[in-house]
């Protein structure tokens, strides 16, 4: 049986109200799911081109910001 998703833990809500989920979730999930999600620990792998390659830049232009 599936466990209820927490708030905080398992998802958040951006300023816009959307639900986010966190790279917690989608670990114990264990798959991307080509999506592009913001937290996505799996390198968009289920992402199509060319959508992959844009997260992918972003995601390391904000890393090298930090």
């Given amino acids: ?13 951006n300023a816009e ?3 986010v989920f966190t790279e ?3 670990r114990d ?3 991307c ?5 913001k937290h996505c620990p799996f390198s ?3 992402v ?3 959508k992959k390659s844009i997260l992918l ?3 390391n232009e904000a890393n090298d910001g930090q």
């Fill in 57 to 59: 830049k972003k995601r």
């Fill in 17 to 19: 109200g959307y639900m």
């Fill in 24 to 26: 917690k979730y989608h």
């Fill in 44 to 46: 968009y792998e289920n």
């Fill in 48 to 50: 199509p081109e060319p």
């Fill in 1 to 13: 049986m599936k466990q209820p998703l927490v708030e905080k833990i398992d998802f958040y809500y």
């Fill in 33 to 37: 799911c080509g999506n592009g999600c």
């Fill in 29 to 31: 999930r264990g798959y």
